[in-house]
């Protein structure tokens, strides 16, 4: 499932048609099953050392997540983590969490 998703996420980053193809119900079933788009971001990343003025983590990672979440039409919830260990335990099927 976890590479499923990774697959789909780097296919919908990576289109550059000037139109978005609609997301099949499934895929934002799995990807979003609560509603909304969990996002894992490992702080010490160094595509997220910026931080914007309210004090959000900002960068390559977190604007691929926000552009996914706005093409699966949910809303973005950022799980900020310190390690990788952290973010890898906290994907658990109930509550999946994408990579970025």
């Known amino acids: 499932m ?3 998703a990774t697959a789909l996420l780097g296919a919908l980053l990576m ?3 000037a139109t978005t193809l609609p997301v099949p119900p499934a ?13 894992g971001i490992k702080l ?4 997220l050392k910026a ?8 960068g390559v990672a977190v604007e691929r997540v ?3 979440a706005r093409r699966l039409n949910v809303p973005l919830e950022i799980m900020p983590y310190t390690s ?9 099927p109930a509550f999946p969490v994408v990579p970025a």
Do not use: F, S, Y
């Not at 895929?27 to 996002?39: E, F, M, Q, S």
């Not at 010490?44 to 595509?47: G, K, R, S």
């Not at 931080?51 to 900002?58: C, F, I, R, V």
């Open 27 to 39: 895929v934002i079933a799995d990807l979003a099953p609560n509603g909304k788009l969990r996002a």
């Open 44 to 47: 010490q990343n160094t595509l």
């Open 15 to 17: 289109t550059a048609c």
């Open 2 to 4: 976890i590479r499923l």
């Open 66 to 68: 926000r552009e996914l």
């Open 84 to 92: 990788a260990g952290a973010t890898a335990g906290a994907a658990k």
């Open 51 to 58: 931080k914007g003025p309210n004090g959000e983590p900002k």
